[in-house]
């Protein structure tokens, strides 16, 4: 591949149809059906998406058209995507497990004409909201089942779309020409996708991204990486989130490699293990969930296996980062190493399906110093990205051999970084978005004038050149004493914990900090089975006293640990309580990828929160709660308050007296 | 070994006329008639210890009734066996899960094949030749019931692991695999909880679109069987009380008195 044949692809048809002649036999996708991997070359995936992209233009699809996406990684969705693209029409993907109504807001706001989606619940939720969307015509979709006895005028099958295109490649000369025209009319300043975050903070913004932003942003971290044809990764995550867009779908056509979709999304660890990812994204907790239910199973395992676990791990914590950066390290702990690696850390990479990762990342949320040591010293090249979806994705990467927990990296190639006045970090770069759709006024509240990103994020950097986030900028306040309080460097604190999944800390304008905890439901009913303590439900774990007493030791070991840091030692946290129920998107207490809505939590229980503050130790709550299917219900509990252990603020000179 | 005769949708499955069944001197059954017709779903219910269960025995022979007659695909018979009906193509699940407990979910699913495969023992011993390549072909009609159930991820897993929601979803697999023209199932949603029920509602109602299989099912959950059944019969004591649609079984005093209670 040389850089003059790939210089003029600006836009992702034409490094499809790129790939499709330089590479035509290489596997470009695989699906998991019926127990098989299935595989379509370049070749193939080409003249699908041609005749898929034919069937939509009969459809009426124009440029700039949008279209949505909606459903799990598959193939036929990723076509879609493609095809849209080739007509020069604007894909938009949304969350496949977003309720009815948060998905009218998206579809609405985008004004789509057509919809992709996967199956009949995907149908169905559309449908239940189709007086409120004006402008949508038609819904295609990918699984028939369920949807026989449905209306079909409205209602077609993606297969039928693409046989239709079949039909017409071989019969209309003149529409194929008008296809090759729309793809050659494509241009690098065109909207190639719009993606809607998250909303962290109230409704979901369009993020447009520009077609060239896109493939050049991708073009340098596949150099980066250093990532080839010959490179696999499993399509897991959202298709609405900027992280599949890019790390599979633009990395993927500008690299050429393999994107693999697993049969369904509980098959995914299963899946990756098959196919032998060299590639792997997972946010914190992927990893954090992987390495508890590996810890709760070697408590199963026979005392043999389970000392020779623990002794490796051992061995694998002293010299495995060393060995992985490339540091000098004695023979005899390299031999050692050795015999552990045939031993214990390749058999668990194999489990895990890490046994071929060449580069693994993470990001999205900080990841406990310890989880990420873990991972690192059985020889997984982790490492930590920053970014948002008005990048493209990143904004810091880190190189190989310069990994820490604690940062996120250097700015990847060809971002620009800079921290304003009051700490908030600003960046340009390549993949950078063109604006919030229909939406200018916030556009132009999120760009400095000089024309830097504001990330929203308050960070510095370290002595050598990482990043290192604190907290949202906005969400950094003060305690009424004027100390600092950054409510997520707390939280993660406490998350680090197996046991601890969701913390929520209060304290801005208060007299303390205090918490509200979710346990992990995992972790703690093992522990519970364990200690033969019995229990119905979350709830009923969640309120027991012993599990109190658990929480209470981690909350006072985060507090001794807030306690030898000047800035933070005044923020310990004073009383927390266990909640009754998880925290649950669909509730609207998390947004959908996984962040707590502090503000809305707040407000939402209320009670509790009064409770943490006026001394009293049980407060009643009840609160509603939203099923799958949108129906609703309520639970109420009564809910122990308790207090914390609370340090002596050290001074790091003083401690070492001490 | 598909029976040659074609039932169109609507016409009588399956008809059961004046059955009796008696446990010496115990009446289980008395004196029941009513009928299955080809892809409805037909709900069989009642109070504990109505018959339903003794019903089911008896329409996949496993119970001889003393009186009464059994017409299958318009076939009279008196007494049969439980292999014969399933050869026949009435398969069925149980209220209390009968799977091979150590066995992964595939291999329970593909005992549902057996009674499909006809290469000879000689073959099979070896699993070679015809006998592979006969596996195959089942094997792609049992990865079809998987996808169809959803539970591509417990492919491998030991039954005996799997919560009880899952297993009933694989004993209906195991039915589903025998490609059954009639579909008995005894609770099929019993001790599952709101989201396991629904999930299982689609199943049944999937199963019959996408197969055509006709479905007698017992249940106890009154919103389960008023959304899915075509037709109700409603037993008490052994004797039929109401037969009809839901809306009509619904507001008969007899069905309401049997279920509230009445002063004797």
Same mark, same amino acid.
């Given at each position: 591949?040389?850089?003059?044949?790939?210089?003029?692809?600006?836009?992702?048809?034409?490094?499809?149809?790129?790939?499709?002649?330089?590479?035509?036999?290489?596997?470009?996708?695989?699906?998991?059906?019926?127990?098989?991997?299935?595989?379509?070359?370049?070749?193939?995936?080409?003249?699908?998406?041609?005749?898929?992209?034919?069937?939509?233009?009969?459809?009426?699809?124009?440029?700039?058209?949008?279209?949505?996406?909606?459903?799990?990684?598959?193939?036929?969705?990723?076509?879609? @995507?493609?095809?849209?693209?080739?007509?020069?029409?604007?894909?938009?993907?949304?969350?496949?497990?977003?309720?009815?109504?948060?998905?009218?807001?998206?579809?609405?706001?985008?004004?789509?004409?057509?919809?992709?989606?996967?199956?009949?619940?995907?149908?169905?939720?559309?449908?239940?909201?189709?007086?409120?969307?004006?402008?949508?015509?038609?819904?295609?979709?990918?699984?028939?089942?369920?949807?026989?006895?449905?209306?079909?005028?409205?209602?077609?099958?993606?297969?039928?779309?693409?046989? &239709?295109?079949?039909?017409?490649?071989?019969?209309?000369?003149?529409?194929?020409?008008?296809?090759?025209? #729309?793809?050659?009319?494509?241009?690098?300043?065109?909207?190639?996708?719009?993606?809607?975050?998250?909303?962290?903070?109230?409704?979901?913004?369009?993020?447009?991204?520009?077609?060239?932003?896109?493939?050049?942003?991708?073009?340098?971290?596949? $150099?980066?990486?250093?990532?080839?044809?010959?490179?696999?990764?499993?399509?897991?995550?959202?298709?609405?989130?900027?992280?599949?867009?890019?790390?599979?779908?633009?990395?993927?056509?500008?690299?050429?490699?393999?994107?693999?979709?697993?049969?369904?999304?509980?098959?995914?660890?299963?899946?990756?293990?098959?196919?032998?990812?060299?590639?792997?994204?997972?946010?914190?907790?992927?990893?954090?969930?992987?390495?508890?239910?590996?810890?709760?199973?070697?408590?199963?395992?026979?005392?043999?296996?389970?000392?020779?676990?623990?002794?490796?791990?051992?061995?694998?914590?002293?010299?495995?980062?060393?060995?992985?950066?490339?540091?000098?390290?004695?023979?005899?702990?390299?031999?050692?190493?050795?015999?552990?690696?045939?031993?214990?850390?390749?058999?668990?990479?194999?489990?895990?399906?890490?046994?071929?990762?060449? @580069?693994?990342?993470?990001?999205?949320?900080?990841?406990?110093?310890?989880?990420?040591?873990?991972?690192?010293?059985?020889?997984?090249?982790?490492?930590?990205?920053?970014?948002?979806?008005?990048?493209?994705?990143?904004?810091?990467? &880190?190189?190989?051999?310069?990994?820490?927990?604690?940062?996120?990296?250097?700015?990847?190639?060809?971002?620009?970084?800079?921290?304003?006045?009051?700490?908030?970090?600003?960046?340009?770069?390549?993949?950078?978005?063109?604006?919030?759709?229909?939406?200018?006024?916030?556009?132009?509240?999120?760009?400095?004038?000089?024309?830097?990103?504001?990330?929203?994020?308050?960070?510095?950097?370290?002595?050598?050149?990482?990043?290192?986030?604190?907290?949202?900028?906005?969400?950094?306040?003060?305690?009424?004493?004027?100390?600092?309080?950054?409510?997520?460097? @707390?939280?993660?604190?406490?998350?680090?914990?197996?046991?601890?999944?969701?913390?929520?800390?209060?304290? &801005?304008?208060?007299?303390?900090?205090?918490?509200?905890?979710?346990?992990?439901?995992?972790?703690?009913?093992?522990?519970?089975?364990?200690?033969?303590?019995?229990?119905?439900?979350?709830?009923?774990? $969640?309120?027991?006293?012993?599990?109190?007493?658990?929480?209470?030791?981690?909350?006072?070991?985060?507090?001794?640990?807030?306690?030898?840091?000047?800035?933070?030692?005044?923020?310990?946290?004073?009383?927390?309580?266990?909640?009754?129920?998880?925290?649950?998107?669909?509730?609207?207490?998390?947004?959908?990828?996984?962040?707590?809505?502090?503000?809305?939590?707040?407000?939402?229980?209320?009670?509790?929160?009064?409770?943490?503050?006026?001394?009293?130790?049980?407060?009643?709550?009840?609160?509603?709660?939203?099923?799958?299917?949108?129906?609703?219900?309520?639970?109420? #509990?009564?809910?122990?308050?308790?207090?914390?252990?609370?340090?002596?603020?050290?001074?790091?000179?003083?401690?070492?007296?001490? | 070994?598909?029976?040659?005769?074609?039932?169109?949708?609507?016409?009588?499955?399956?008809?059961?006329?004046?059955?009796?069944?008696?446990?010496?001197?115990?009446?289980?059954?008395?004196?029941?008639?009513? +009928?299955?017709?080809?892809?409805?779903?037909?709900?069989?219910?009642?109070?504990?210890?109505?018959?339903?269960?003794?019903?089911?025995?008896?329409?996949?022979?496993?119970?001889?009734?003393?009186?009464?007659?059994?017409?299958?695909?318009?076939?009279?018979?008196?007494?049969?066996?439980?292999?014969?009906?399933?050869?026949?193509?009435?398969?069925?699940?149980?209220?209390?899960?009968?799977?091979?407990?150590?066995?992964?979910?595939?291999?329970?699913?593909?005992?549902?094949?057996?009674?499909?495969?006809?290469?000879?023992?000689?073959?099979?011993?070896?699993?070679?030749?015809?006998?592979?390549?006969?596996?195959?072909?089942?094997?792609?009609?049992?990865?079809?019931?998987?996808?169809?159930?959803?539970?591509?991820?417990?492919?491998?897993?030991?039954?005996?692991?799997?919560?009880?929601?899952?297993?009933?979803?694989?004993?209906?697999?195991?039915?589903?695999?025998?490609?059954?023209?009639?579909?008995?199932?005894?609770?099929?949603?019993?001790?599952?909880?709101?989201?396991?029920?629904?999930?299982?509602?689609?199943?049944?109602? +999937?199963?019959?679109?996408?197969?055509?299989?006709?479905?007698?099912?017992?249940?106890?959950?009154?919103?389960?069987?008023?959304?899915?059944?075509?037709?109700?019969?409603?037993?008490?004591?052994?004797?039929?009380?109401?037969?009809?649609?839901?809306?009509?079984?619904?507001?008969?005093?007899?069905?309401?008195?049997?279920?509230?209670?009445?002063?004797?």
């Amino acid at each position: 591949m040389t850089a003059d044949a790939t210089a003029g692809l600006d836009t992702f048809p034409k490094w499809l149809e790129h790939n499709a002649k330089v590479r035509p036999s290489r596997p470009a996708m695989r699906h998991k059906d019926l127990g098989i991997w299935k595989e379509w070359s370049w070749a193939e995936v080409h003249r699908t998406v041609r005749s898929y992209a034919l069937g939509l233009m009969a459809h009426g699809l124009q440029r700039g058209d949008k279209i949505a996406i909606i459903g799990t990684n598959r193939p036929k969705l990723y076509w879609s @995507i493609m095809a849209a693209q080739t007509l020069g029409a604007v894909p938009v993907p949304v969350y496949a497990d977003a309720v009815a109504d948060e998905m009218a807001y998206v579809l609405d706001h985008a004004e789509v004409r057509f919809a992709c989606v996967e199956d009949q619940e995907q149908v169905d939720k559309i449908l239940s909201v189709a007086d409120r969307l004006a402008a949508i015509q038609m819904v295609f979709y990918d699984e028939p089942r369920g949807l026989r006895d449905y209306d079909h005028s409205r209602l077609q099958p993606i297969d039928e779309v693409i046989a &239709q295109g079949d039909a017409t490649m071989l019969a209309d000369p003149d529409a194929v020409r008008r296809l090759d025209q #729309a793809i050659a009319d494509g241009k690098g300043a065109d909207v190639s996708v719009m993606l809607y975050t998250s909303g962290t903070t109230g409704r979901s913004k369009g993020v447009m991204l520009s077609a060239g932003g896109c493939v050049n942003a991708a073009k340098d971290t596949v $150099a980066f990486d250093r990532l080839t044809e010959d490179d696999q990764v499993i399509a897991y995550l959202p298709l609405a989130w900027v992280g599949d867009h890019y790390l599979n779908y633009a990395q993927a056509l500008v690299a050429g490699f393999t994107i693999n979709c697993p049969e369904s999304p509980d098959t995914a660890v299963e899946d990756r293990r098959e196919v032998g990812t060299t590639f792997a994204f997972a946010p914190p907790r992927v990893y954090e969930g992987m390495l508890t239910r590996i810890m709760i199973r070697m408590e199963d395992a026979g005392a043999l296996k389970r000392n020779m676990f623990h002794y490796y791990l051992g061995v694998a914590k002293k010299w495995g980062e060393k060995i992985l950066d490339g540091k000098s390290v004695p023979l005899l702990a390299r031999l050692n190493y050795a015999l552990g690696e045939a031993l214990v850390y390749g058999p668990l990479k194999n489990v895990l399906g890490f046994s071929s990762v060449r @580069i693994a990342y993470t990001a999205g949320e900080a990841m406990g110093p310890e989880l990420f040591s873990f991972y690192r010293s059985i020889g997984i090249n982790l490492k930590q990205l920053y970014g948002q979806t008005e990048a493209f994705l990143y904004v810091t990467s &880190q190189t190989d051999h310069a990994v820490r927990a604690d940062c996120v990296g250097p700015a990847t190639p060809n971002v620009e970084i800079k921290i304003a006045d009051d700490g908030e970090v600003l960046y340009k770069s390549p993949g950078q978005f063109i604006g919030y759709f229909k939406e200018p006024e916030k556009t132009a509240e999120t760009m400095t004038p000089d024309g830097y990103v504001k990330t929203g994020d308050a960070g510095f950097f370290e002595k050598d050149g990482q990043l290192r986030i604190i907290d949202r900028a906005k969400d950094v306040g003060k305690l009424r004493n004027g100390a600092l309080f950054a409510p997520k460097y @707390i939280e993660n604190k406490l998350k680090f914990f197996p046991n601890i999944r969701e913390v929520v800390a209060f304290g &801005q304008g208060e007299e303390h900090v205090s918490v509200f905890i979710n346990i992990d439901l995992t972790a703690v009913g093992n522990w519970a089975e364990r200690n033969n303590v019995s229990y119905g439900s979350y709830q009923e774990l $969640a309120n027991n006293r012993q599990v109190y007493e658990i929480i209470a030791g981690h909350v006072a070991e985060v507090n001794r640990q807030l306690a030898e840091e000047p800035m933070m030692a005044k923020a310990q946290v004073h009383r927390f309580l266990v909640l009754h129920k998880e925290l649950d998107a669909d509730d609207g207490e998390l947004t959908r990828t996984q962040k707590v809505r502090r503000g809305f939590i707040a407000e939402r229980y209320a009670p509790l929160v009064t409770a943490l503050y006026d001394g009293s130790t049980e407060a009643d709550i009840s609160t509603e709660v939203t099923f799958e299917d949108g129906r609703k219900g309520s639970i109420s #509990a009564r809910v122990r308050v308790m207090d914390a252990k609370t340090f002596e603020p050290v001074a790091p000179a003083a401690s070492q007296a001490a | 070994m598909k029976p040659e005769k074609k039932i169109e949708p609507g016409e009588q499955l399956l008809s059961v006329e004046n059955v009796t069944l008696r446990f010496g001197g115990v009446k289980a059954i008395t004196d029941v008639s009513f +009928d299955i017709r080809k892809g409805e779903v037909r709900a069989i219910i009642g109070p504990n210890g109505a018959g339903k269960t003794s019903m089911l025995n008896v329409i996949n022979g496993f119970y001889h009734p003393q009186e009464g007659r059994i017409t299958y695909r318009g076939e009279t018979r008196a007494k049969m066996r439980p292999h014969v009906a399933a050869t026949q193509g009435i398969a069925r699940t149980f209220q209390n899960v009968a799977l091979f407990k150590g066995m992964s979910t595939l291999d329970n699913i593909m005992v549902g094949r057996t009674l499909k495969m006809h290469k000879s023992f000689f073959w099979q011993l070896f699993r070679h030749g015809p006998a592979m390549d006969e596996e195959i072909e089942h094997r792609k009609f049992v990865e079809e019931i998987i996808d169809f159930l959803e539970i591509e991820h417990i492919r491998k897993v030991p039954v005996g692991k799997l919560p009880y929601g899952l297993q009933k979803r694989v004993e209906l697999g195991r039915a589903l695999a025998m490609e059954p023209e009639l579909l008995l199932l005894d609770e099929p949603m019993a001790g599952m909880n709101l989201e396991e029920k629904e999930d299982m509602c689609r199943f049944i109602l +999937d199963t019959k679109e996408q197969y055509g299989t006709t479905i007698a099912l017992i249940e106890h959950d009154m919103g389960v069987v008023m959304d899915l059944s075509d037709r109700v019969v409603v037993l008490e004591y052994g004797i039929k009380i109401a037969d009809g649609t839901p809306e009509e079984v619904k507001s008969n005093q007899k069905v309401i008195d049997a279920y509230l209670g009445v002063a004797h």
